[in-house]
């Protein structure tokens, strides 16, 4: 063993979560991560609700997030994460491209945001860089910051959505009533119906059905 590998060894390794409602990507992240001599996957959570959990016991160094998680997503997890634990790394991946999501989840508190079929250099790098405090911000959001996108309002209506706006944006694009809004994230009907109202201001529509066609068509859900 070289020297450099004795130093990587007598380090702790990072231990990292995978939160995914996906057990095969859920797998295929293990498996990579195993063979990586500095980090390993510790924990595993399927659903918002298990990532939580996670979280409240202290699992983790680094958490990967998928955007779409099952009852309380990405969004809602990543919010709720900032308010409690707000020094934990968060790395959030997708199969949504960076320009649908990436900004919008920095501005959220996100570490880093890496589209799934990203290389896998940039994973390692991506863990490692948040696991020391610092945002990872790949080339494609790069571009897009050094674009000034966000700047001179050329950006899409729904980045400037607000953390509790964009939760109720992606509820209501998936068909979500505000009664069933209102109950996941315990909230009253009134305040809902409010966020409701200011989604529908800010991104110019009438209905709940004109907020799903902007979110297809803005390829925001699939």
Not at 162 to 184: C, H, M, P, Y
Request: proline residues 5%; charged residues 25%.
């Amino acid at each position: 063993m070289n020297p450099a590998q004795r130093s990587i060894s007598s380090r702790r390794r990072l231990k990292v979560v995978i939160c995914d409602d996906h057990p095969i990507v859920r797998a295929g992240f293990r498996q990579f991560l195993a063979g990586q001599p500095d980090m390993e996957s510790v924990e595993e959570a399927g659903s918002g609700r298990e990532a939580l959990d996670l979280v409240r016991n202290d699992a983790c160094d680094v958490m990967l997030l998928d955007i779409s998680m099952p009852g309380q997503n990405g969004v809602d997890v990543l919010r709720a994460i900032r308010l409690r634990k707000p020094e934990l790394p968060v790395l959030m991946l997708s199969s949504f491209p960076e320009q649908h999501y990436a900004l919008q989840m920095l501005k959220l508190g996100a570490s880093g945001y890496l589209p799934k079929d990203c290389e896998p250099a940039d994973l390692l790098r991506a863990i490692r860089s948040v696991a020391q405090g610092r945002r990872f911000v790949s080339e494609a959001v790069g571009d897009l910051l050094a674009n000034g996108l966000g700047a001179h309002g050329d950006e899409p209506p729904h980045t400037q959505l607000s953390d509790r706006e964009l939760q109720v944006f992606l509820r209501l694009a998936k068909g979500e009533s505000v009664t069933a809004i209102a109950n996941v994230l315990n909230l009253s009907f009134k305040t809902i119906s409010t966020y409701r109202s200011r989604v529908l201001e800010k991104l110019n529509l009438r209905s709940n059905s004109d907020v799903t066609y902007y979110a297809m068509k803005n390829g925001l859900i699939q």
